[in-house]
């Protein structure tokens, strides 16, 4: 039970909200111990700006992300036992034989590119491997999600095809989470490397403008990529909890739609408040959606999929 988690807001929730702890103790759903209890074998640290909460927009926002780099790299010094850096597949796997959780650094908010594809290439010598291009609000790549129709139908702008081209020639993953329909559709087009959904869930299921389309999950599956759950109950079907029944519903029809090699996790620890319950709390207990899973009668063998073979596959694909 080796698990890979595409997306938690960790390093956001440390460094600007509350502005205490580290990842070895914190009021944090990630965190070393839970990690460690989870069977973790690398996660997905999002480098996120809420660029309307900065005065200097997405030029600080580009600043304050590789401050929160500086961060996750401070972090891996201080608790060389238990973190390595990670860019590829082969690097997870060496440092799992190491006893090491794997830090994959992401971008959540391609607005701090701002025009400048040159910004890319710094990020990814810094170590990103994923890059979220859509928030909630439109930017220099393209449209969010929306529930006003109009927006959804738009897609990428201009620089936009540029950059998601751009990210996929850095051999990078491209993130169609928070995107429109449009700029879904636009970014599939435009791909040249792998393309996730890293947390997501079925819209067939709960009707979310966050959510995938079954023709979104077959289009992605069929283009190699997968979806990583996530755990925020309006995603789920349940505004008020985070239930592990609607969880495993998810999970089987992204079976269904996008088959066994489709679903992962993206559980969006620490992205998402005002729940009053969770069936999950943090990442020590994510073996209780591996039980309910199991009692629906998902073989051990998808399971692993799920776990973490899937998001392996996605990382085998970097350079």
């Not at 095809?161 to 970014?187: C, K, P, Y």
Request: hydrophobic share 40%; aromatic share 8%; proline share 4%.
């Amino acid at each position: 039970m080796k698990l890979i988690d595409l997306h938690c807001d960790t390093i956001w929730k440390l460094m600007d909200l509350d502005k205490t702890g580290d990842l070895m103790e914190n009021a944090c759903s990630v965190s070393i111990p839970a990690m460690r209890k989870a069977g973790t074998m690398a996660q997905f640290f999002a480098c996120f700006i809420y660029a309307k909460d900065l005065s200097g927009g997405y030029e600080e926002g580009y600043r304050h992300v590789n401050q929160m780099i500086d961060f996750m790299e401070g972090q891996i010094e201080k608790f060389p036992e238990d973190l390595a850096l990670a860019c590829s597949g082969e690097e997870v796997r060496r440092n799992d034989s190491q006893g090491k959780i794997s830090v994959v650094l992401t971008v959540e908010e391609g607005g701090i590119l701002n025009g400048d594809l040159e910004r890319l290439d710094a990020l990814k010598k810094r170590g990103v491997r994923l890059v979220t291009p859509m928030w909630n609000d439109e930017n220099c790549i393209g449209y969010p999600n929306s529930r006003n129709p109009l927006v959804m139908e738009k897609g990428l702008k201009p620089f936009g095809i540029e950059a998601v081209q751009r990210i996929g020639e850095l051999g990078m993953i491209v993130d169609v989470s928070h995107a429109s329909d449009g700029t879904f559709w636009d970014i599939l087009r435009y791909a040249g490397g792998p393309v996730v959904a890293s947390h997501s869930n079925c819209r067939a299921l709960k009707d979310h403008p966050r959510n995938l389309t079954d023709g979104m999950i077959r289009e992605l599956a069929q283009a190699g990529g997968g979806a990583g759950l996530n755990f925020y109950g309006p995603f789920l079907g349940t505004d008020s909890a985070s239930l592990a029944e609607e969880m495993a519903a998810h999970i089987l029809h992204m079976f269904k739609c996008g088959g066994e090699d489709f679903p992962m996790i993206g559980t969006d620890f620490d992205g998402f408040d005002g729940i009053g319950h969770l069936d999950i709390p943090d990442a020590g207990h994510m073996e209780r959606l591996w039980d309910v899973l199991k009692k629906k009668g998902v073989p051990s063998s998808a399971l692993d999929k799920i776990w973490g073979k899937n998001a392996l596959r996605i990382l085998d694909a970097l350079s």
